[in-house]
């Protein structure tokens, strides 16, 4: 088993909806939690960072950790096709990070 | 601003001849990290440094890997020789910070590597 599990996808949604991106892990350990996007031919880029439990907002992007049941997900609300990317959980403890695999979303208009 | 910087974008080489990829990281960053990215085990952390010392190799995957960096502006990836297993894009990130993995990390564009 992995330590971090993310559905590859793709996933494919209309311009306007609400999307939900998720990762699970198995590291109890694991104390900050980032998702990271990346456009085609492109590096990833960091969008939302939290740490420990619980929900962090900024505009459209919500970053939820449910330490509990090992599970963090990221909602794109009212989602646009400049939203189409893949997008990579990140998560770690003292110095060791892992990255999951990546989840390629499509945002039709 | 100038990101990461990396070059080349492409490389296409054979197996067995020596490549070195570049990396410039963002002025005033001190830490800088070198990733590999397959299909297959997605994103991995082979080295890092920070102030131009090197931290942590356990990721580089054996000896024909090295990876320097002889100032704060410049670091290289060497394979040699290599092999038709290393094709991958590699990334360069940089950060400002304390040398820790956990830190916000700026990407390069990536180098696509292909050993034929």
């Known amino acids: 088993q992995k330590e971090v599990e993310q559905d590859p996808g793709p996933l494919s949604v209309p311009e306007g909806a609400i999307v939900s991106l998720n990762c699970t892990y198995s590291n109890s350990a694991f104390q900050y939690f980032m998702w990271y996007r990346q456009y085609s031919r492109k590096g990833p880029e960091l969008l939302m960072y939290t740490y420990s439990s619980g929900n962090k907002e900024d505009g459209r992007f919500t970053a939820q950790v449910d330490k509990s049941s090992k599970y963090i997900s990221l909602f794109i609300r009212d989602s646009q096709p400049s939203d189409s990317a893949t997008y990579l959980c990140a998560m770690g403890f003292n110095n060791d990070m892992r990255f999951g695999a990546g989840t390629r979303l499509t945002v039709k208009p | 601003d100038a990101g990461v910087i990396q070059s080349p974008r492409h490389e296409v080489t054979e197996m067995g001849q020596e490549v070195t990829l570049r990396c410039k990281p963002i002025?005033?960053?001190?830490?800088l990290f070198w990733y590999r990215q397959t299909m297959m085990r997605g994103l991995e952390l082979l080295i890092y440094?920070?102030?131009?010392?090197?931290?942590?190799d356990s990721g580089m995957p054996e000896d024909r890997f090295s990876a320097k960096m002889p100032n704060a502006s410049f670091s290289t990836l060497k394979i040699q020789p290599s092999e038709p297993r290393d094709s991958a894009v590699y990334f360069c990130?940089?950060?400002f910070g304390q040398g820790r993995t956990n830190e916000k990390l700026f990407f390069g564009s990536g180098t696509q590597l292909s050993v034929l």
């Open positions: 990130a940089s950060s």
């Open positions: 002025s005033g960053h001190n830490s």
């Open positions: 440094f920070n102030n131009n010392v090197p931290i942590d």
